[in-house]
């Protein structure tokens, strides 16, 4: 056997020895972060089904109060609201917002304006909704206000909707014509209601109106 034979024998002597020592001094941390892993990738799976699962549940109970709604009338479409308010408490982010969104309108159409503006604020003010919901709470809020809300207040959530790339622009600026009709400002709603009937990007029924309104006014 050479020198460096048995040099790297007792290399090898060395490693292992170094190794034993190792595995005593920290073999208990390493099987308890082995354990820790396993439990942690147990416990994601487990959560990933209950979420699957309770989503499934929730989709169910907005499902059937939104064939309520669209389906019935007087009392059963309160029934629906209370549906909604119900799946609003419990439900994840975007079910917890289209719920307040439906529940907001059906209070809206029964007459219950302050009820429907609570909803139409909490989705408003919720960080963690979708932007289209966000704008679309402050576009029902502010169109519901026109006639007797604080004029101001009105047009702060309007007008950032009203640019071009937002996709509720057209009833924003429409929102904005009327009210400045009810502010006693014609020359600045003709402008925005021609401007209206002109937009090819705007919804049929917003150009039409728009068009309608231009006639009144002129008259």
Known sequence: MSVADIFDEVDEDLRADRAKQLLQ???????????????????????????AKHNAVVAEQYLAAMHIADTQKGAARQEAAADFAAIAQTAPSGYRNL???????LKADSGDLPGAALLWDAVAADTSADPLLRDLANLQWALHEIDGGDAASVEARLTPLSVATNPFHALANEGLALLDLHRGRPDSARDKFKALSQDPTAPDGVRRRAEGLLGRIGS
């Open 25 to 51: 001094q920290y073999g208990g941390l390493l099987i308890a972060a082995a354990v820790l892993v396993v439990v942690l990738a147990g416990g994601w799976r487990a959560w990933q089904w209950y979420d």
């Open 99 to 105: 719920a307040r969104l439906r529940a907001a309108a």
